[in-house]
């Protein structure tokens, strides 16, 4: 019962980010850091992301380790040293 109303969820999901446009959730260090976020561009050493309102955020010396459209989220991590 419980895996029908999870696959009911995630159908409910997808419909919806066809329908609508899909705003992320920036998960860093597993908080969420920013929310809204409708633009991702990872370049030198950071990620910056904008929100539907056109706000930005920078993470230095982060990259993008996931994308998740099903979670609405955009997961972050520190890159590491070379």
């Known amino acids: 019962m419980e895996a029908d109303?999870?696959?009911v969820e995630k159908e409910?999901?997808?419909?919806?980010?066809?329908?609508?446009?899909c705003e992320l959730k920036v998960i860093v260090e597993k908080e969420v850091a920013f929310e809204n976020v409708i633009y991702a561009?990872?370049?030198?050493?950071k990620v910056?992301?904008?929100?539907?309102?056109?706000?930005?955020?920078?993470?230095?010396n982060h990259t993008i380790t996931e994308?998740?459209?099903t979670k609405e989220q955009l997961v972050?991590?520190?890159k590491t040293q070379k």
Do not use: P, W, Y
């Open 5 to 7: 109303a999870h696959k």
């Open 67 to 69: 994308v998740n459209i």
């Open 41 to 45: 561009k990872a370049f030198e050493n």
């Open 12 to 21: 409910r999901k997808h419909n919806l980010c066809r329908e609508e446009m």
């Open 48 to 60: 910056v992301v904008k929100d539907i309102l056109g706000q930005s955020m920078e993470f230095k």
């Open 76 to 78: 972050l991590s520190l």
